[in-house]
């Protein structure tokens, strides 16, 4: 009977640092979009008629490395649902409002997507960070 299991054999739960590290790292995807995507408005259209952008390679690869460094701090602290929750809810955000003014009505799809791949990527990405920490954290205890 003295047995203790679940939430309570791992200490009180601590709902606030959770929430407000979910809440700074929404905050810090949108911030990076802004940064990194948001200025950027315009497609290019090439000399055959064909258009691409309106976002470069470069800009998109700067914004997932400027989120990994977020991430990883959240993630090895055994804040994962922080980590993905709160980057994924940022960008999804970010992109729905960047994108809103299309009339089309196609940017909900898009939102969808940047919404179920940011999911994806930092779930498997923060799973990994804490799984490591875990393991050498582990092999670091007193005999």
């Known amino acids: 009977m003295g047995h203790k299991t ?7 739960y601590k709902p606030v640092p959770r929430l407000l590290a979910t809440l700074a790292l929404a905050v810090w995807a949108i911030a990076a979009w802004a940064a990194w995507l948001g200025w950027d408005q315009h497609r290019d259209v090439h000399a055959d008629g064909s258009t691409t952008g309106p976002y470069e390679a470069w800009q998109v690869i700067g914004l997932v490395l400027t989120l990994l460094a977020p991430v990883y701090w959240a993630a090895s602290r055994r804040l994962v649902t922080a980590a993905v929750l709160g980057t994924t809810t940022g960008l999804t ?10 009339s089309s009505g196609l940017f909900v799809v898009g939102a969808g997507l940047v919404m179920v791949g940011s999911l994806v990527v930092t779930g498997a990405l923060s799973h990994l960070i804490a799984s490591s920490k875990r393991v050498a954290g582990a092999g670091r205890s007193a005999p």
Do not use: E, N
């Not at 679940?6 to 009180?12: A, C, D, E, I």
């Not at 955000?93 to 299309?102: K, L």
């Open 6 to 12: 679940g939430l309570m054999s791992k200490g009180p």
């Open 93 to 102: 955000a970010a992109a729905y409002y960047d994108w809103s003014d299309d």
